[in-house]
């Protein structure tokens, strides 16, 4: 009987480390580029993977979405570095959260990815307070 109980839970120390394994890969973190100081990174299933710069972390207080754009088919998967919005982006973001309307939820950072000389929008990152 003890043989069994063990081979058991083996099987499942297993499978959530398997599991964990894959949830990692899935995330692209192995591919994650340095992290400037105070930064920190989400990704989401939509493929949308940034590191955001110049806010703060409020991951236990506020959930975050991403809203990614469309995108060439080889940069779906690259990293972005997220900050809040300058100058005319500032506009364009008030606009943004005003049509959407969602109560409590407020607008974070632009994702850009540099790709040559070219800066190319990824997406947006909005959050909303954690009830």
């Known amino acids: 009987m003890r043989i069994w109980i063990k081979r058991i839970s083996g099987a499942v120390v297993l499978a959530f ?11 692209g973190f192995w591919t994650r580029p340095e ?14 993977r940034g590191v955001l710069v110049g806010v ?4 236990e207080t506020r959930r975050y979405f991403g809203h990614p754009q469309d995108v ?3 940069l779906k998967d690259a990293w972005s570095f997220c ?9 364009q ?3 943004f959260i005003k049509d959407r309307n969602q109560p409590g ?8 990815i540099k790709a040559d000389n ?7 990152i909005t959050s909303v307070p954690r009830l």
Do not use: H, T, W
Request: aromatic letters at 16%; glycine letters at 10%; one cysteine or more.
């Open 17 to 27: 480390a398997g599991y964990g394994a894959y949830d990692y890969y899935q995330a």
């Open 35 to 48: 992290m400037p100081e105070g930064a920190f990174s989400l990704s989401y299933q939509n493929g949308l």
């Open 56 to 59: 703060p972390n409020e991951k």
């Open 72 to 74: 060439p088919f080889y």
């Open 83 to 91: 900050a809040p919005p300058e100058g005319a982006e500032k506009a």
């Open 93 to 95: 973001a008030a606009a």
């Open 105 to 112: 939820e407020r607008f974070e950072v632009v994702c850009k």
């Open 118 to 124: 070219d800066v190319v929008i990824r997406g947006l």
